[in-house]
C-alpha cells in the first residue's frame, strides 16, 4: 500500500491540554533494630497517592501501596503495588490529511477461493481515543554482602496489566485475513455499499490500484485506538560492584531484563496471544555490561548491549531476527576545583555503537511502507559521537 504524504503543515493536531497534579507521600517506619524483633531488623510501610486532572479527560487517581522489611542487615525485601494511568499524546489524536489514509489493496485470505480479499484499511489515529491504564506489582530483593564491600546486587519481579492499551494491529494488517478470528473485532465483513462510498468520497481516501469499491469485501481498522489488553511479567536484575584500585576507582556492573510472558488480547473479546520477542513487542531479553575507571579527574565508561533474537511474525512463514549486541564509550574530565575560570567544568565524548553495527534485518512491511528494521527494538542510527560541556555552580 502506498500514498502520497501531505506535509507537515496539513496535519491536525489537538487544542491545548491543561493538566493540575497533587503527589503526596507517607513512610511509616513499623520496627526499627531498636525493637530487636527477630528476623525484622526493619519494616516501614509506604503510602502514595496522586491526582492528576486532565482539561481534556478527566480526573484520575492513581494510589500505591508499599512494605520494606529488612530481616538482616545486608538484606532488604520490598513489594509495591499500584496503579498508572497515561493519557494519549497529542500525536495519538491528531486527525487530517497527513494522518488519515483510507486504502483498498488485496491481502492474503486462507477463507478465499483465490487466495486473496480485497479490502479498505483505516490507517491513523482513531477519533475520541482515550487513556490506557495499568496495574503494577513489583517484588524487589536487594542485597549488600558485608563479606563483599562495594557488591549490591537488585534483583525484581514484575507485573503489569494494561487495559484499554493505546496501539494498532498496522504492523501486522497483511496478515489480518490470515488471523481472523484474533482480529475479529477490527473486521468488518461484507460492508455495505453506501460505508464503502463514503470512504471512496473521503479527502482522506487513496487508490493508487485502481480498485473498484464493489471489490471491497471486508473493512480492516488499522487506526491507533484503544484495544489492547496486555499481561506482562518479568524480572530485572542489576549487579554492581565497586573498589579502589590503586589512585583510582574501578567499577564493573550487569544490568538485565528478562521477560517471561507478554499475553496481548487485541481486544475485550479476542483470546490472548503470545507476544513476547515478536516484532514491535518486548523481546525475550536485554542486557547491559558496564565497566568504568576513574582516577583524579578524568572517568572513562564502556557498555555492551545486548539484544536477543526474535520472530518475525509479520511475513508467512515466520522468520528469524538476529540477536544484536553494540558497544558504547564515554570518557570525561571534571576541571580541579582550584582552576580559575573552570572550576564546576565538565568535558565528556560520548560515542555510541562504537563498532557501526547495523540493526538486525527484518521484513517488515506496513500498509504505507516498507522498511528492513524493527524500530521498537533498534535503531538505524550507526556509530554517533557526542560532545558534552557542562558547568555547575
Known amino acids: 500500500m502506498g500514498g502520497a504524504v501531505a506535509s507537515a503543515s496539513t496535519l491536525a493536531l489537538p487544542g491545548p491540554r491543561k493538566i493540575d497534579a497533587a503527589y503526596a507521600e507517607l513512610r511509616a517506619p513499623l520496627v526499627g533494630p531498636e525493637a530487636e524483633v527477630p528476623l525484622v531488623r526493619r519494616l516501614t510501610l509506604s503510602l502514595a497517592g496522586r491526582i492528576e486532572r486532565y482539561s481534556d479527560f478527566g480526573t484520575t487517581r492513581n494510589p500505591k501501596v508499599g512494605l520494606d522489611w529488612s530481616p538482616v542487615g545486608d538484606l532488604t525485601l520490598k513489594a509495591a503495588y499500584g496503579t498508572a494511568f497515561r493519557a494519549p499524546s497529542f500525536n495519538d489524536q491528531r486527525q487530517g490529511i497527513g494522518s488519515t489514509l483510507y486504502q483498498p489493496a488485496a491481502l492474503v485470505d486462507p477463507a478465499s477461493p483465490t ?10 489515529n482513531r477519533p475520541g481515543i482515550g487513556p490506557e491504564r495499568a496495574r503494577t506489582l513489583t517484588t524487589t530483593a536487594e542485597w549488600t554482602p558485608q563479606a563483599v564491600a562495594g557488591l549490591k546486587v537488585t534483583a ?11 496501539s494498532s494491529i ?25 460505508v464503502v462510498a463514503a470512504y471512496y468520497a473521503s479527502p482522506y481516501f487513496s487508490n493508487p490500484g485502481a480498485i473498484p469499491a464493489a471489490n471491497v469485501k471486508v473493512i480492516v481498522d488499522a487506526r491507533v485506538q484503544n484495544l489492547a489488553v496486555v499481561d506482562e511479567d518479568g524480572v530485572d536484575l542489576d549487579i554492581a560492584y565497586g573498589r579502589a584500585v590503586g589512585a583510582g576507582r574501578l567499577s564493573l556492573g550487569l544490568s538485565a531484563a528478562y ?3 507478554v499475553e496481548q488480547a487485541v481486544s475485550r473479546n479476542a483470546d490472548p496471544a503470545e507476544t513476547r ?8 531479553l536485554r542486557a547491559r555490561m558496564r565497566a568504568g575507571w576513574s582516577q583524579g579527574g578524568w572517568d572513562a565508561s564502556a557498555f555492551v548491549n545486548f539484544a536477543d533474537g526474535y520472530r518475525n511474525q509479520t511475513v508467512t512463514p515466520y522468520e528469524k531476527v538476529d540477536a544484536w549486541t553494540t558497544l558504547d564509550l564515554n570518557i570525561g574530565y571534571r576541571f580541579a576545583a582550584d582552576r580559575v575560570g573552570l572550576s ?3 568535558a565528556a565524548l560520548s560515542i555510541a555503537n562504537l563498532l557501526d553495527r547495523d540493526p538486525p534485518y527484518v521484513n517488515l512491511r506496513t500498509s504505507t511502507s516498507g522498511i528492513g528494521f524493527d524500530s521498537d527494538n533498534a535503531s538505524p542510527i550507526g556509530r554517533s559521537i557526542a560532545l558534552q560541556v557542562t558547568k555547575s555552580w
Open 156 to 166: 525484581s519481579y514484575f507485573r503489569v496489566r494494561y487495559r484499554d492499551r493505546i
Open 115 to 124: 487466495g486473496s480479499t480485497v479490502v479498505l484499511a483505516l490507517i491513523g
Open 344 to 346: 564546576g567544568l565538565r
Open 259 to 261: 521477560i517471561f510472558s
Open 277 to 284: 520477542g515478536t516484532v514491535g513487542n518486548p523481546l525475550r
Open 170 to 194: 498496522n504492523a501486522d494488517i497483511f496478515n489480518a485475513l490470515i488471523n481472523r478470528a484474533r482480529y475479529a473485532d477490527l473486521l468488518t465483513e461484507a460492508p455495505s455499499p453506501e
